[in-house]
T-cell receptor
Framework: EAQVTQNPRYLITVTGKKLTVTCSQNMNHEYMSWYRQDPGLGLRQIYYSMNVEVTDKGDVPEGYKVSRKEKRNFPLILESPSPNQTSLYFCASQGQIHYNEQFFGPGTRLTVL | QQPVQSPQAVILREGEDAVINCSSSKALYSVHWYRQKHGEAPVFLMILLKGGEQKGHDKISASFNEKKQQSSLYLTASQLSYSGTYFC????????????FGQGTTLQVKP
């Protein structure tokens, strides 16, 4: 089954404690993204990757890091989480840019105390 | 810059029609539409490309006015299952394919 998986689905942590949210896709997609969703603000792109070792900033990259060492995986790293990073996070993958839909993971709800 | 969606929210009775609009201040190459149910991930509805090509579900229709940098999603004979938040994502004419999503339109269909 074609899918995007994220782990963990729920996470409560404290300010400053480094964390990683994993994302994996099994569709051999080149393009992957991370979004955060906050009430009234829609989906805002954090980082995206067009292929292995190729990443770029989205609209709200501050406080986040990503890496793309393998095509299927695109982890999101919060090196020193702060309360303003409390949000719902989605990973997405896409085949050919523009022409194909984005497949979203199930989401990770993060709370930073 | 985020595209602007209107209306922000709409309430319908089953069987009624609705139009959701998406407007950008930048030249567009593609517009994507997604629907999100509460607590779930967004699900693909339709892609519209510059030049007129479209991909999507048979029961969903949409338009893309390239000159006005606007797209509209048409929901006809609405069903209870249409309830959710609708997002447009706009793609610029560049190689990145980066999508910028609007703030969403919440649709509630009542019996």
């Amino acid at each position: 089954e074609a899918q995007v998986t994220q782990n963990p689905r729920y996470l409560i942590t404290v300010t400053g404690k480094k964390l990683t949210v994993t994302c994996s896709q099994n569709m051999n997609h080149e393009y992957m993204s991370w979004y955060r969703q906050d009430p009234g603000l829609g989906l805002r792109q954090i980082y995206y990757s067009m292929n292995v070792e190729v990443t770029d900033k989205g609209d709200v990259p501050e406080g986040y890091k990503v890496s793309r060492k393998e095509k299927r995986n695109f982890p999101l790293i919060l090196e020193s989480p702060s309360p303003n990073q409390t949000s719902l996070y989605f990973c997405a993958s896409q085949g050919q840019i523009h022409y194909n839909e984005q497949f979203f993971g199930p989401g990770t709800r993060l709370t930073v105390l | 810059q985020q595209p602007v969606q209107s209306p922000q929210a709409v309430i319908l009775r089953e069987g009624e029609d609705a139009v959701i609009n998406c407007s950008s201040s930048k030249a567009l190459y593609s517009v994507h539409w997604y629907r999100q149910k509460h607590g779930e991930a967004p699900v693909f509805l339709m892609i519209l490309l510059k030049g007129g090509e479209q991909k999507g579900h048979d029961k969903i229709s949409a338009s893309f006015n390239e000159k006005k940098q606007q797209s509209s999603l048409y929901l006809t004979a609405s069903q209870l299952s249409y309830s959710g938040t609708y997002f447009c994502g706009t793609g610029r004419p560049s190689n990145t394919g980066k999508l910028i999503f609007g703030q969403g339109t919440t649709l509630q269909v009542k019996p």
